[in-house]
């Protein structure tokens, strides 16, 4: 399945990360850089791997105008992503979107998510969103603090909304107007 997307943007944040808009190519290294955050139970409710193929239409939806997808490229292998999707799926919300975030473990405090949120705030003004969320486990300080450094603020919380491992964890709704 071929996905036609127009030409890749290109900024280079420092000299050795690159971000530009993602490739179908990038999947392979998307999945496996979300696969890879599974395990710590600190960034997704997912709790096994997900392939390529059922990544395939989550990747089609993104739209490097309206809801981008970008990778954080170091020496040519993609090292971190940020993606932008639909909040809620109706009408009347597409003036908000969500944000998530994730950086190759080898690669984490080295400044990337950084860069990677920096680039993704730019294009949501340039679509001329109005909001940003990022949904963030409560037990996870270190993107809570992140998100909060750029100006996010916390919107809500749901208490023991998910089941990891037999533990019930809250979840924080952070929101960025732009």
């Not at 003036?95 to 990677?116: M, N, Q, S, W």
């Not at 294009?123 to 940003?132: G, P, T």
Request: proline residues 7%; charged residues 20%.
């Amino acid at each position: 399945m071929r996905y036609h997307r127009p030409p890749v943007n290109r900024v280079t944040l420092d000299p050795t990360l690159t971000i530009r808009d993602a490739v179908e190519s990038d999947l392979p290294d998307i999945v496996g850089i979300y696969n890879a955050s599974i395990p710590g139970r600190v960034a997704t409710s997912d709790t096994e791997p997900i392939t390529v193929e059922s990544r395939a239409k989550w990747f089609a939806r993104h739209d490097p105008v309206r809801r981008p997808l970008l990778v954080g490229e170091l020496a040519g292998r993609v090292v971190g992503y940020c993606s932008f999707r639909n909040f809620y799926g109706r009408p009347a919300y597409y003036i908000t979107a969500e944000i998530a975030i994730y950086v190759d473990p080898a690669h984490h405090r080295k400044g990337f998510a950084r860069a990677l949120i920096s680039a993704g705030l730019d294009r949501a003004r340039a679509a001329d969103l109005e909001n940003v969320l990022a949904f963030v486990f409560a037990h996870n300080p270190a993107s809570l603090a992140l998100f909060q450094s750029f100006g996010f603020t916390p919107a809500g919380r749901l208490p023991a909304v998910a089941n990891l491992d037999g533990r019930r964890v809250d979840l924080v709704i952070l929101q960025k107007r732009l």
